[in-house]
């Protein structure tokens, strides 16, 4: 079955660089987009950003535009967040998707476990 399963979250202080990662199993990893998506306890799952399953199209959240970086390896079927400047409002349960190239939450048919990233003011 598909599993994607994230890592490299943490605590770190404000203005701080993380990057998360999140590796897929399952189907064919080249085939599908993927996405990067956060919600915070009370609040609904919120587009972060994608990238096509080529890796020739991205997007972003205006909140995060020029500060996060969406990539992709499909030799080694992992797509990556690189996240920089971060922000304590930025704290979150970070989880990566994977299905078609969209902003929304039903674009995507599998789910990672997802992992806390948590920034201190």
């Known amino acids: 079955q598909v599993q994607l399963v994230e890592s490299g979250g943490g605590l770190v202080q404000a203005g701080d660089s993380l990057r998360l990662s999140c590796t897929a199993s399952?189907?064919?990893?080249?085939?599908?987009?993927m996405g990067w998506f956060r919600q915070t306890p009370g609040k609904e799952r919120e587009f972060v950003a994608a990238?096509?399953?080529?890796?020739?199209?991205?997007a972003y959240a205006d909140s995060v535009r020029e500060r996060f970086t969406i990539s992709r390896d499909d030799a080694t079927n992992t797509v990556y967040l690189q996240m920089n400047s971060l922000k304590p409002e930025e704290t979150a349960v970070y989880y990566c998707?994977?299905?078609?190239?969209?902003?929304?939450?039903?674009?995507?048919?599998?789910w990672g476990q997802g992992t806390q990233v948590t920034v201190s003011s």
């Open positions: 998707a994977q299905g078609s190239y969209g902003f929304t939450f039903s674009a995507y048919d599998y």
């Open positions: 990238i096509n399953r080529n890796g020739t199209s991205t």
């Open positions: 399952g189907r064919t990893f080249s085939s599908y987009a």
